[in-house]
């Protein structure tokens, strides 16, 4: 199974509810000062106990210094694409480069018409999808804009800003013609272990990798990232397996797995989803992150397997 090479990132999956919101910004500086790679915040503009995901985004930026921040993933028929596209580039320059996009089709269509969003079928939510991705990196480049779609248009908008650096597009999606638009035009896949198990990654992978290579695009240019739910405590007596939604085990069990969905699976950006009290954080970061990081360099120079992707 595929290692694509990229070095190994931990994040931490936000709650962004709205009870406690000096207690959110808390645990965000708790991640920032641990070390952690990436902050994930779902964006369910319609849930009425949820903050903005990029708002708050927004907020957590400016009182942080390392962590980088992604929506995961941008409720996109909510989100006019080139105000995404505004929105992200502006993020990203006042944060000197620490926002990435994550962006989907769009889930729980009642609660999207709701709030007065389109209701658009497979075929049309996926057709958005394309389109919304063309106009954000055609603003990305900074020239005039010349787009007419069947779902977005912008006939000589003129971008600004663009971001600070080469912002990422992943994409978090399941269906298999929306893998294949990842593998042809995305820079990540950003899926959850609860809805994709990790013998369905394999699968969803090999689309994205075949739908890469016949677009003339080296899938390991395509950035892995897993939303990992559980919890560590005694190890179940069945064990793991490629079937299960989530982790339960001890620290070193997490670890096996973890290198396991790294060097056969291929992903290397894992968010944890849990209860974030501070001894967690801590734990997680400082003793199974590291012995992760350790076997996965083990195991690639074993293979005599050099990565070259950042």
Same mark, same amino acid.
């Given at each position: ?40 915040? /779902?964006?369910?503009?319609? +849930? ?8 708050? $985004? ?12 992604? &929506?995961? *993933? ?18 990203? +320059? ?24 389109? %209701?658009?079928? &497979? ?24 787009? $007419? ?11 600004? &800003? ?5 912002? +990422?597009?992943?994409?978090? %999606? ?5 893998? /294949? ?18 013998? +369905? ?8 990798? !075949? ?7 080296? &899938? @390991? ?6 939303? *990992?739910?559980?919890? *560590?405590?005694? !190890? *179940? ?7 299960? $939604? ?8 997490? %670890? ?12 290397? $950006? ?26 996965? @360099? ?13």
């Amino acid at each position: 199974m595929p290692d694509y090479g990229h070095d190994i990132e931990f994040g931490f999956f936000l709650d962004p509810a709205s009870g406690d919101p000096q207690r959110t910004l808390e645990i965000a500086g708790i991640i920032d000062e641990l070390g952690y790679d990436l902050i994930g915040i /779902q964006d369910h503009p319609y +849930q009425a106990k949820h903050f903005d995901a990029l708002t708050l $985004s927004a907020f957590i930026l400016a009182q942080t210094t390392r962590v980088r921040i992604f &929506p995961d *993933v941008a409720n996109l028929p909510l989100r006019p694409p080139a105000m995404l596209a505004k929105q992200a580039a502006t993020l990203d +320059q006042l944060s000197n480069g620490r926002f990435e996009l994550g962006l989907g089709a769009g889930a729980f269509w009642d609660a999207i018409k709701g709030m007065g969003g389109p %209701v658009r079928q &497979p075929k049309e939510a996926l057709g958005a999808l394309r389109e919304s991705i063309e106009l954000i990196r055609a603003w990305n480049t900074g020239r005039s804009l010349r787009i $007419s779609g069947e779902h977005y248009r912008a006939m000589g908008a003129r971008p600004g &800003p663009i971001p600070a650096h080469d912002m +990422q597009i992943w994409l978090g %999606v399941i269906g298999p013609r929306a893998l /294949q638009l990842t593998g042809e035009t995305g820079d990540g896949w950003v899926p959850s272990m609860a809805y994709v198990s990790p013998a +369905q990654a394999i699968t969803s992978n090999a689309i994205i990798d !075949l739908a890469a290579q016949t677009a003339g695009r080296d &899938p @390991a240019a395509i950035r892995r990232i897993y939303n *990992v739910g559980g919890d *560590v405590a005694p !190890l *179940v007596e069945s064990g793991s397996s490629d079937d299960d $939604s989530q982790i339960v085990g001890p620290r070193d069990h997490w %670890v096996e797995v973890l290198t396991h969905l790294a060097v056969d699976i291929g992903f290397s $950006s894992f968010i944890l989803w849990g209860v974030p009290t501070a001894p967690r954080l801590r734990m997680f970061i400082d003793e199974i992150a590291p012995a992760v990081r350790e076997r996965v @360099a083990a195991i690639r120079s074993e293979r005599g397997f050099t990565p070259v992707v950042k």
